[in-house]
């Protein structure tokens, strides 16, 4: 009764079911992706040894998937200056080099100096900060910001179920 109030039949209530049980999987694919581009940059991190600052601030930009726009007000500064800093018209203070590394998990020394590894490993808590990011960033990710949403409401023993699901759900995809 409270489907037919809010809009959706059981076709629709399904479909949610089904894509819910999807959004485990959907999520771990992202974090497999984001680990092979992690990986394929090795390849990178060699162009990244002999490029300047410059050139590596391009580079992890790109790999973000962010505009020049968007990358600088994720790390607190404006375009235009960003840009400057793109081109080599300038070079960021330390304060935005930090910034920079915090905000894309990169090393401090392989920023400044193209040596060493590009990323340092993510925590659980980073790649899930990473994956709400990419969702509420994502106009695609309808559903996923709906799941989220309909994960605040929920019971203390509707957690445990969803745990016991979750858990069912990566035994059967190894």
């Known amino acids: 009764m409270e489907n037919m109030r809010d ?80 081109i080599g018209r300038n070079f960021p203070i330390d304060a935005v080099i930090h910034s920079i590394c915090r905000e894309c998990g990169v090393y401090e020394t392989w920023l400044r100096t193209g040596e060493g590894e590009m990323f340092r490993p993510m925590t659980d808590e980073e790649r899930i900060t990473e994956w709400v990011r990419n969702v509420f960033s994502d106009e695609s990710a309808q559903f996923q910001r709906r799941f989220i949403s309909m994960l605040l409401n929920l019971t203390p023993e509707q957690w445990k179920d969803i745990e016991k699901y979750a858990q069912f759900l990566v035994t059967q995809n190894k």
């Open 7 to 86: 809009g959706r039949g059981s076709g629709a209530i399904e479909m949610e079911k089904k894509t819910g049980a999807n959004l485990l999987t959907e999520t771990e694919n992202r974090l497999e992706e984001l680990e092979r581009t992690t990986y394929s940059l090795e390849e990178e991190g060699s162009k990244a040894q002999s490029s300047t600052l410059k050139d590596r601030l391009k580079m992890l930009r790109k790999i973000k998937g962010l505009t020049q726009e968007q990358f600088a007000m994720r790390i607190g500064i404006k375009r235009n200056s960003y840009a400057n800093y793109e």
